[in-house]
């Protein structure tokens, strides 16, 4: 969450020094002007896409080895849509922060 927060800074750091403008000026319409993601949301917003474009047959196969349709126990009219990803279990904290368990639950 700290080096969130510092990478959060240096961004806000990096828009006022290409755009110009003042320390305390807000940095929201800045980052909408330079169509720039906050940090955190960028990081959710890449997590997305890689499972997206692996989905596709786009991305790498070991990627593509981690991401698992859900398949239900019986016939449903869904059933063929692939919505779903079935979500791996951690018991551990830091195996929440995988991009297996990760995705599924974005």
């Known amino acids: 969450m700290r080096s969130l927060h510092r990478l959060q800074l240096l961004q806000n750091t990096s828009a006022r020094i290409i755009t110009g403008t003042k320390k305390f000026e807000h940095i929201t319409p800045i980052q909408q002007e330079l169509r720039w993601l906050p940090v955190s949301f960028r990081s ?12 596709r ?12 349709w859900y398949v239900p126990s019986r016939t449903l009219r869904s059933g063929t849509d692939k919505l779903l990803l ?10 929440d922060r995988s991009f297996a368990v990760a995705a599924p639950r974005l």
Request: no cysteine.
């Open 44 to 55: 959710i917003f890449k997590i997305l896409l890689i499972a997206f474009k692996t989905l």
């Open 57 to 68: 047959d786009e991305g790498p196969g070991y990627i593509r080895e981690m991401l698992l």
């Open 86 to 95: 079935v979500e791996s279990r951690s018991t551990l904290s830091w195996g």
